[in-house]
């Protein structure tokens, strides 16, 4: 049976909030265990309706604390919560994922966020990417950043324009996007498109484009893409080959000019490689050390999930401290947001730490 985009959402959630149980600290488990004790007020180890939305209501705003959240967290639909199910909501809650001011909808991947809200009150008022797309902004301010736009702004002080908003709505369709890329795509072409009124941004993007373009017709071949892409730009990427044909929609001909503007897209926004066993480029969910976010690239570290969750790389080379805070990037933003307290307690035998922001009620 082919999962709904709510099912395909929570289904994500589950994932991220099992790699921060299983591969985080005690410190953790402990919050995750102490959030559903607190709920389980019946002691029989499992939380019932009446549980959660007594629960919530004292100790929780937002959408969240509505019946259909339990029904959506109630992955076995047995009409309970188990400690997984709650596990999920605990993640959900400190990593400080947004609902779409446009549709209402939990935004479990990537969003758009006002700039000037943020910066000023620490808010996240966001908008998933089809909210942005269709033009479902309702918002007395008109700049947005994507999340990993707006982290590496936070990181950098890099000066990628806020996208304006509303955008004007696409006239391509995303059918002929690889379904690996495809929301990558899309981000690109927002951000294109809104920069059509910024002069100083499009002489940027033309330049980079003609400089890359110059030297072939209508599609950049491999060799072609190392040569003149890989001089051009310091990237930490240990799988060239594979990355070329993230980038091109179609591999056998090469880059076209929309697969260069991705590409310039990524680099603005500071989409990071792996610095795990796989060396890759991260298109989704990436996890870093807290306390060397902000420093030079030298020593801002990103893991992919697999990496991350498996282990698979080295942390006495990559982390100046013994036991470093890894964050994944949701979380990092909200900590950054809202100030908020990070908690680690030191496990031993393991290939990292890692913690979730402290939340009110836990």
């Not at 779409?100 to 939990?106: D, L, N, P, S, T």
């Not at 940027?204 to 110059?214: E, T």
């Not at 080959?241 to 603005?268: M, Q």
């Amino acid at each position: 049976m082919k999962k709904s985009a709510t099912g395909k959402r929570m289904e994500y959630m589950r994932g991220l909030a099992k790699i921060y149980y299983d591969v985080g600290e005690e410190g953790i488990r402990n919050g995750a265990n102490k959030f559903f004790d607190s709920m389980d007020t019946k002691r029989d180890g499992k939380i019932s309706l009446y549980e959660y939305l007594g629960f919530m209501a004292s100790n929780h705003d937002g959408p969240l604390r509505q019946r259909e959240w339990f029904h959506k967290l109630d992955k076995e639909q047995k009409g309970s919560l188990s400690r997984e199910d709650v596990r999920t909501l605990y993640y959900m809650i400190n990593s400080g994922r947004p609902f779409c001011i446009g549709c209402g909808e939990f935004v479990a991947a990537v969003y758009f966020t006002c700039v000037e809200c943020f910066n000023v009150s620490c808010t996240l008022i966001s908008v998933c990417l089809d909210c942005y797309e269709a033009n479902r902004i309702h918002h007395q301010h008109n700049q947005f950043l994507d999340n990993f736009a707006l982290l590496e702004f936070k990181r950098t002080g890099s000066k990628l324009p806020a996208l304006k908003a509303p955008a004007r709505k696409p006239q391509d369709s995303h059918a002929e996007y690889p379904e690996n890329t495809k929301e990558l795509r899309r981000m690109a072409k927002a951000y294109l498109r809104s920069t059509l009124e910024d002069p100083e941004e499009q002489k940027k993007i033309k330049k980079f484009v003609d400089s890359v373009r110059r030297d072939f017709q209508n599609f950049m071949k491999y060799k072609e893409y190392q040569r003149i892409l890989g001089k051009k730009l310091e990237l930490n990427c240990r799988g060239p080959e594979k990355f070329f044909k993230l980038l091109a929609k179609d591999p056998k001909n090469g880059l076209d000019n929309s697969d260069v503007e991705t590409f310039y897209y990524i680099v603005r926004s500071g989409r990071p490689f792996c610095g795990g066993n796989c060396g890759l480029f991260i298109t989704g969910t990436f996890f870093t050390c807290s306390e060397s976010f902000g420093e030079d690239n030298t020593k801002c570290f990103y893991l992919c999930r697999e990496c991350f969750k498996n282990g698979k790389f080295e942390k006495k080379d990559k982390f100046e401290k013994k036991d470093p805070i890894i964050l994944d990037n949701f979380a990092l933003l909200h900590v950054i947001g809202m100030g908020n307290q990070v908690k680690t307690v030191p496990k031993k035998n393991t290939p990292s730490n890692s913690a979730i922001v402290s939340s009110s009620g836990q």
